[in-house]
Nanobody, 124 residues
Framework: QVQLVESGGGLVQAGGSLRLSCAAS????????MGWFRQAPGKEREFVAG????????SYADSVKGRFTISGDNAMNAVYLQMNSLKPEETAVYYC?????????????????WGQGTQVTVSS
């Protein structure tokens, strides 16, 4: 089992920045990927960014490229999402996700574990 706890959400004005954090604990795996997804009311959960500690690098949704940055700490037990130039339409609950393997999957299905989510609200 892997436990994920997100933090860092909040209210920000359009054009502002937020940094989300996700702390992972529990069973250790040698090959794994962590990602960020978001879900707005009435919409499906969508991929935002992902990072692999097994040579898979990073991946971003086209809508956030150049504005969001995903990173992880050296101990590989936390992942961060720096979000700049936020837009009102990016208001959503942001979820941290974990999957075994090196593939940075851009869809929710392959991820094995999920956090509870943190609310991000961008005002216009």
């Amino acid at each position: 089992q892997v436990q994920l706890v997100e933090s860092g959400g909040g209210l920000v004005q359009a054009g502002g920045s937020l940094r989300l954090s996700c702390a992972a604990s529990g069973r250790a795996f040698s090959t794994y990927t962590m990602g960020w997804f978001r879900q707005a009311p009435g919409k499906e959960r969508e991929f935002v960014a992902g990072i692999s500690w097994s040579g898979g690098g990073t991946s971003y949704a086209d809508s956030v490229k150049g504005r969001f940055t995903i990173s992880g700490d050296n101990a590989m037990n936390a992942v961060y999402l720096q979000m700049n130039s936020l837009k009102p339409e990016e208001t959503a609950v942001y979820y941290c996700a974990f999957r075994r393997g090196a593939w940075v999957a851009p869809v929710a299905g392959p991820y094995d574990y999920w956090g509870q989510g943190t609310q991000v609200t961008v005002s216009s």
